[in-house]
């Protein structure tokens, strides 16, 4: 085994105060720090990055991969890194965009107007920005590397990676707006880059952090804005028809109104059908999208005696309590759950009388959640079959929204139709918007129509399910925007390599850990998108599977460090029977289980293979002649891996399994003779 490798450093490296190892983890803690901040902010500013929801998680990992692969091939320090980080502070701020909706295959849900540029344009500045930004903190990282023993330098990467998620769940915890964001980074950044020569330091280092600084916090005072674990909260007070009303924006997408509930029934008769087309006065009901309470005002209205309201986001609850005119959350009858809705109905708990969706939206679900396109675990049939049986007898379930396409209300009927075992009512308010309201009672007795759904129209997809919870999306097909994006995205990698790594042979020898990198990022999605399913699609859940993965990976680093652990052959198999074990335990078992039992279940189900591909590549990587080069490869491997994830749209998470499966068997046919023998 190769523990020691040539140790290119620079002048700037000799002369730095901080030792290797501490450095390395700071290096480590601040590139995933910084990938996470772009992610959020970016995000929050440029509304078309809610539909590519790991448009520059790819360009990061771009930019990682090639601050590793310029070890050695540059003696300067990364200077450039905050520079670019300053311009596209710049670049944002100077250009927000909101959009309305995308017209090849992709419904962009909930903006009414367009502003900014236009994906095209802003996208790839975006992504080239965000992969220049993280290749300077990746190429501080790398150059500990060759300094240490290379399982060695893997522990403190990991130690690293963990530290800097920790501190950003913290900040997301306490809703520190962007500008604390750019304090770290601006710290980070002083630290870590070497002050030779002090005029050079000075300009490109301190003056842009700076400036970042100085832009966020400017925002931060000036829009106006709460900063929740998801998004961007605006609100504005209004009055209309004499009314007030505060209009919520996300992510400067209008998103709802604090509206009292007599004028909301008085302008959309939306609102009242639900009561309306249930069989009797609910007494007990459950609002999952609860929101800033206007939905809560109108069951109390109605005459609930108990309101369970469900909410994802805790400031849009806070914000509902300080703002609604009628002070819903203020009534006794009312108890509030900050979670998941379909995580809230999984857990099991009370019945109702009836269970209204509000307005509930995949993309206030999903967005910066690191997930993929517009997927929603609530509207899939299991959703619904997990709905019904909260009902009492006689109870009823409804869902209403604007639903912009005749196809998605026939969609989302079928699979009310299917999940409850006869028609519901299907109440089209207005086709401008296909503004709509869908109800079932628990037997076709316990609700009353004014009309029999004729039923759904010739071509209407079938119900989203749980592996496949692309409820948006009309056709099991990878749209056309997505795949020009991807090639694209390709594209501008292959020739980034190129001009910075040069000449691609030099990682030839390192395929394998390629493969490893594009299978690990598909197991990784599966994992995440899995445990969104069985826990709720919370930042929580999120932050608790992010950190379990790179657990999962340091404990697999360790033990191949400490311990004498099979040889490669074994654990590839290891691997591959630990995905068939993944395949084979389905979603429904899992979800039958009581809570503790389900996440040890789950826990063992998702880590057995994240661990044993890590074994694989911690022997792997141990014995690699240049470990900057072959760390490289492997986060390449991983943002491809990123582009393949959207292969679930067509054959479904569950099939991710079978492609990374396929991708591990390729990566040990291309093992070295050596490293399969030894």
């Known amino acids: 085994m190769t523990l020691q490798a040539r140790t290119p450093v620079d002048d700037g490296e000799k002369a730095h105060w901080l030792a290797v190892r501490p450095r390395l983890v ?29 448009f520059v998680l790819l360009g990061s990992f771009l930019g990682i991969g090639l601050g590793f692969l310029r070890v050695g091939r540059s003696r300067r320090q990364p200077y450039y890194s905050p520079v670019v980080l300053a311009a596209l502070a710049i670049v944002v701020l100077a250009f ?10 992709v419904l962009y849900w909930t903006s009414l107007s367009t502003t900014g540029p236009p994906a095209w344009l802003i996208l790839p500045v975006i992504f080239c920005a965000a992969a220049l930004v993280l290749m300077g903190p990746a190429e501080l990282v790398g150059r500990c590397f060759p300094e240490l023993p290379r399982l ?12 800097g998620i920790a501190a950003f769940t913290a900040l997301s915890f306490l809703s520190a707006p962007p500008v604390f964001w750019a304090l770290i980074a601006a710290i980070c950044y002083g630290v870590l880059l070497v002050p030779r020569p002090r005029s050079l330091y000075l300009g490109l280092v301190t003056v842009p952090s700076l400036a970042v600084v100085g832009l966020l916090l400017t925002e931060t005072l000036t829009a106006g804005a709460v900063w929740s ?47 309306e087309r249930a069989s009797k006065p609910p007494q007990d009901v459950l609002i999952v999208g609860a929101g800033s309470g206007t939905d ?13 309201a469900v909410e994802i986001d805790p400031k849009l609850r806070e914000l509902g309590g300080s703002v609604h005119p009628d002070r819903p959350y203020d009534d006794p009858r009312v108890t509030t759950h900050i979670t998941d809705g379909r995580a809230f109905l999984e857990r099991g708990g009370g019945s109702y009388d009836l269970i209204l969706f509000a307005l509930p939206d995949s993309l206030t679900l999903v967005s910066g959640a690191s997930s993929l396109r517009l997927e929603s675990y609530l509207f899939t049939e299991e959703a619904m079959r997990a709905a019904r049986a909260h009902l009492k007898p006689g109870g009823t379930f409804s869902m209403y929204n604007y639903y912009r396409e005749s196809w998605l209300v026939d969609r989302l009927a079928v699979t009310m139709q299917r999940a409850f075992g006869h028609k519901p009512c299907v109440d089209v308010v207005s086709t401008a918007g296909q503004q709509a309201v869908i109800t079932a009672g628990l037997t076709a007795a316990d609700q009353r129509c004014a009309a029999e759904w004729p039923g759904a129209a010739a071509g209407t997809p079938p119900p989203a399910d749980d592996d496949r919870p692309f409820l948006y999306l009309h056709d099991a097909t990878i749209p056309p925007l997505y795949l020009v994006t991807l090639g694209l995205i390709l594209a501008v990698s292959l020739l980034a390599v190129r001009v910075v790594a040069g000449p691609y042979r030099r990682m030839r020898p390192y395929s394998d850990l390629f493969l490893l990198g ?46 004498r652990t099979p040889p490669l052959p074994v654990m590839y198999a290891v691997l591959l029977a630990g995905l068939a074990l993944a395949w084979f335990v389905p ?28 074994v694989v590549f911690a022997k792997r990587f141990a014995e690699t002649a240049d470990a900057t080069t072959s760390f490289g490869a492997n986060l390449l491997g991983a943002m491809v891996g990123g582009c393949l994830e959207y292969a679930a749209l067509v054959i479904g998470y569950k099939g991710l399994l079978v492609v990374a499966a396929l991708l591990y068997v390729g990566a040990f046919a291309l093992l070295p003779r050596r490293s399969a023998a030894a």
């Open 26 to 54: 700071l290096a480590s803690a601040f590139m995933l720090f910084l990938e996470l901040a772009l992610i959020r902010w970016t995000g929050s500013n440029i509304v078309h990055l809610s539909y590519f929801t790991n």
């Open 296 to 308: 809560v005002a109108i069951a109390l209205s109605k005459g609930a005696r108990r309101v369970d």
């Open 96 to 105: 927000p965009v909101t959009v309305d909706r995308d017209t090849e295959g």
């Open 587 to 614: 979603n429904a078992w899992l979800l039958s289980l009581p809570v503790p039992l389900r996440a040890l279940a789950a826990v063992t189900v998702a880590f057995l293979p994240i661990f044993a591909a890590n």
């Open 518 to 563: 594009v299978a690990f990022m598909l197991l990784e999605t599966k994992s995440v998108t899995g445990f969104a399913l069985l826990f709720g699609t919370t930042w929580v859940v999120n932050a608790v599977v992010f950190a379990g993965v790179l657990v999962a990976v340091l404990a697999a680093v360790e033990i191949t460090r400490r311990f």
């Open 229 to 275: 674990p998801y998004y961007k909260v605006t609100a504005k007070p209004l009055t209309v028809l004499g009314v007030p009303v505060t209009d919520i924006a996300v992510n400067g997408i209008p998103h709802q109104q604090a509206v009292p509930a007599a004028a909301r029934l008085q302008w959309e008769a939306q609102y009242g059908l639900p009561y």
């Open 152 to 163: 060695e330098a893997y522990r403190y990467d990991l130690i690293g990676s963990l530290t």
